[in-house]
């Protein structure tokens, strides 16, 4: 019995030291909390896969599987997040809920290594909006400047086509380039629960991938009506 409670405490510390985002080497996972926040209540309205808690879709694989629920593809708990919390609020007919959804798919994923990618999701989302969109990557990795300015002129597109505030998508951005010689993997991130607007904008860390008038311009054309929640009606 000693064993067995002693072996269960291990195990519980063993899992802590995983899922637990302050113990992480390279922690930024909270520094867009206040979309974080806002999916986690969309996600918790149906969330068939059992999927711990938004989070876990941004940290790395060893850590992500602690709260992945039901998703067995590590690359694609992001994407499942995000296109169940869009399938729920586009039910509810909440638009801003689509717009966070679509901004969650579209943050940067935690990586070990300042200037590595996140591996991309080999799977197609239910919601063609969320499928339109990749995870930011790392500023320092390659070609980081035109992927990332990329993913955020198509995500201002489908913010726009469920009737958002296309010029929300630069809230999805990422940080700075860090040090590829930075051996600590933090790089110029932030990452603090505690703070409900966010980090990254609190401290003026967010670096925009595109201009207002770049976005403009991408949107030319885009339906803005509610089609997304006028469709679930």
Request: with cysteine.
């Amino acid at each position: 019995m000693v064993f067995i409670k002693s072996f269960a405490a291990v195990a519980l510390f063993s899992y802590l030291a995983v899922a637990a985002p302050v113990r992480r080497e390279v922690p930024q996972e909270h520094s867009h909390e206040p979309i974080l926040t806002a999916v986690r209540a969309t996600l918790n309205l149906n969330n068939p896969d059992k999927i711990q808690d938004p989070v876990f879709a941004l940290l790395g694989d060893a850590a992500a599987a602690a709260g992945a629920g039901n998703i067995k593809n590590l690359a694609c708990l992001q994407q499942a997040v995000a296109d169940q919390a869009f399938t729920n609020a586009k039910a509810a007919g909440d638009v801003n809920g689509m717009v966070n959804a679509l901004l969650f798919r579209a943050i940067e994923r935690n990586t070990g290594k300042v200037g590595l990618a996140s591996a991309l999701c080999n799977e197609t989302a239910k919601n063609p909006e969320i499928a339109a969109i990749t995870q930011h990557q790392d500023p320092a990795s390659p070609n980081a400047a035109a992927t990332n300015k990329a993913i955020v002129l198509e995500l201002a597109k489908q913010i726009a086509s469920v009737g958002g505030d296309p010029l929300d998508a630069l809230k999805s951005g990422t940080f700075a380039p860090g040090d590829l010689n930075d051996n600590t993997g933090k790089g110029n991130s932030c990452d603090d629960a505690n703070d409900p607007n966010g980090c990254i904008f609190t401290q003026n860390l967010l670096v925009e991938d595109a201009t207002a008038d770049e976005i403009k311009a991408a949107v030319a054309g885009v339906s803005s009506g509610n089609n997304a929640a006028a469709s679930a009606r």
